[in-house]
Structures are given as structure tokens and as C-alpha cells.
């Protein structure tokens, strides 16, 4: 994408692209976070066994299908962690 005076010139195929790293690292993050949810509530006790299971088979599935999206993107997993400058990473290596 190249600016020329006010225009900017977009290139399609990179605005897709980039659209769906940004879509990716979403629900990445949203991932994680329901991943880490989830372990804190499986060592607090608070899931039965049946759940346990199934929220496991779930997040299993879920990196699964974003990895299989990754793929079809030409992305990668460190294509998807922004770095916040003076913050770090947005995602944990």
C-alpha cells in the first residue's frame, strides 16, 4: 500500500491478506485466553470430568481450524503476533 498525495494505493489481494491476519489474531487471542480460562477452572475444580473433555476437544478443535485458516492465508503463527512497540508482543511466544 503506497500513499500518493491524499489516494492510497491498495493492492486487493494485500488488503484480504491483512484483513484476515488481523481477523486471525483475534480470535487467536480470544483463544488463549479461554484456553488459560479454562485450565484455571479445571485446576480449581470447577468443571466435572464430562466438560473437562469437552472444552479440551473444543480448543483442540479450535487451533486446529485456525491453524488449517493460517495455511490457506499464507500465514503463520508469528504472522499473527503484533508487536505493540514499548508493550511486547501481543501474544505469548
Do not use: C, F, W, Y
Not at 485456525?66 to 500465514?75: A, N, S, T, V, Y
Amino acid at each position: 500500500m503506497a500513499a500518493k498525495g491524499n489516494r492510497i494505493d491498495t493492492d486487493r489481494d494485500s488488503v484480504e491478506r491483512d484483513l484476515m491476519k488481523l481477523v486471525l489474531t483475534i480470535v487467536e487471542l480470544l483463544r488463549q485466553l479461554m484456553e488459560k480460562q479454562a485450565l484455571r477452572r479445571v485446576e480449581e475444580g470447577d468443571l466435572s470430568e464430562d466438560q473437562e473433555e469437552r472444552v479440551g476437544l473444543t480448543l483442540m478443535l479450535l487451533e486446529q481450524r485456525l491453524g488449517e485458516l493460517r495455511d490457506e492465508h499464507g500465514l503463520t503463527a508469528a504472522d499473527l503476533n503484533l508487536d505493540l512497540g514499548p508493550l511486547g508482543p501481543l501474544l505469548p511466544r
